[in-house]
């Protein structure tokens, strides 16, 4: 039998659901292990310290998933720690590959995030004001230390080389399938691509006017997912409600319009779109029957960019200069 590949995970900035995503492929995930040796998976699986992953020598895991985005210090120290010891490395989910949901946060200041989560909500019991800290000392001889809390979310292409990105939140088990045997028999795609089937969300949706023989309508009205039911069949978008199925890549095979919920590009972009959030407000303000429709769009921001803003070119620039002075302590990216 040939030698299993070594495999490498790690949850950095996310929630787990990418790994669920892994253990989602039930019985077809004991097969890939016939394959895969497991030899970091942190912090959700092994019994495995990042001392473990230093000493190993460079280059000796074959392939390394990095789930999650970078916001901490030691998501930073891994995700470098990983790419010394890893020949492939794999930005894996919307969140380590452009930011995903947490990149919301790059629309506050790290003092804004600080004041709401430890000091306003009405579940927080905080006495005495205490913030966390890097270092603090307890009883006068116990020095406990916290990694830093950048001043912004950053994508893994923003630290080290990546090598692929794959998409979604998370990505579809099905999908992920199709990854791990892409992985196995080294059918890749050129390096720095997204492993994707090629396909968007529209194309492999059942609600696609051209899957019909229909022209593409313009928009009428907006709307969103609270204001009523949307009509069974037809195209979300054409109905006002702003479904991103365009230009996100459909492996997920166009889930969400299935149940009545407008695509929001977890997927990621299409091939030959290089910033999510731009193409996104093109694509649809292309659509709007009238101009003044786009005041009706609710939080545009957190809409277009809503996966995507930490790895946009926009939201790079705006959130870098708005946060400018508290965050001069924020690493560089890398060059
Ligand atoms: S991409 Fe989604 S599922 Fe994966 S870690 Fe991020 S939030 Fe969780
Ligand atoms: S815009 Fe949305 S609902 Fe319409 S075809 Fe595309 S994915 Fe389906
Ligand atoms: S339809 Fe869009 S938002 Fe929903 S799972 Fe698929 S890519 Fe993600």
Redesign the pocket.
């Known amino acids: 039998m040939a030698e299993k590949l070594k495999l490498a995970y790690f949850l950095a900035g996310g929630c787990g659901g990418c790994d669920m995503a892994i253990v989602d492929l039930s019985e077809s995930l004991v097969d890939a292990l016939a394959h895969l040796e497991v030899v970091f998976w942190a912090p959700t699986l092994t019994d495995l310290k990042y001392k473990d992953l230093e000493a190993m020598p460079d280059k000796a895991v074959d392939i390394g998933l990095y789930s999650g985005m970078i916001r901490l210090g030691e998501q930073e120290h891994i995700a470098k720690v990983m790419r010394r010891k890893c020949k492939v490395l794999i930005a894996y989910g919307i969140c380590a590959a452009l930011g995903g949901i947490p990149g919301m946060g790059n629309m506050h200041t790290k003092d804004e995030l600080f004041r709401t989560v430890y000091f306003q909500t009405y579940s927080t019991d905080n006495p005495d004001g205490i913030a966390p800290q890097t270092k603090c000392v307890v009883d006068g001889k116990y020095e406990l230390t916290l990694p830093e809390f950048y001043g912004y979310v950053r994508p893994l292409h923003h630290v080290v080389d990546v090598d692929y990105f794959v998409g ?2 998370p990505p579809h088990h099905t999908f992920v399938g199709k990854i791990l045997e892409a992985i196995l028999t080294g059918d890749l795609p050129p390096a720095g691509s997204w492993i994707t089937g090629g396909k968007s ?1 529209c194309d492999v949706c059942e609600r696609n006017p051209a899957a019909r023989g229909q022209e593409r309508e313009s928009i009428k009205t907006v709307k969103r997912t609270i204001d009523g039911t949307p009509e069974e069949g037809k195209c979300l978008l054409q109905q006002g409600y702003l479904c ?2 365009p230009l ?3 492996d ?1 095979g ?4 299935k149940v009545d ?1 407008p ?5 990621g972009p299409i091939p030959g779109v290089k910033d999510f959030g731009l193409r996104a407000i093109s694509a649809i303000a292309g659509l709007l029957e009238k101009e003044a429709l786009v005041d009706q769009i609710p939080s545009p921001v957190k809409l277009f960019y809503r996966y995507s803003l930490p790895g946009s070119l926009l939201g790079k620039k705006a959130v870098r200069s708005e946060n400018a002075e508290e965050d001069r302590n924020q690493p560089d990216d890398k060059a």
């Open positions: 979604g939140c969300a991103l199925g996100t890549q459909g997920c166009s889930l969400c319009p919920i695509c929001r590009g977890c997927g």
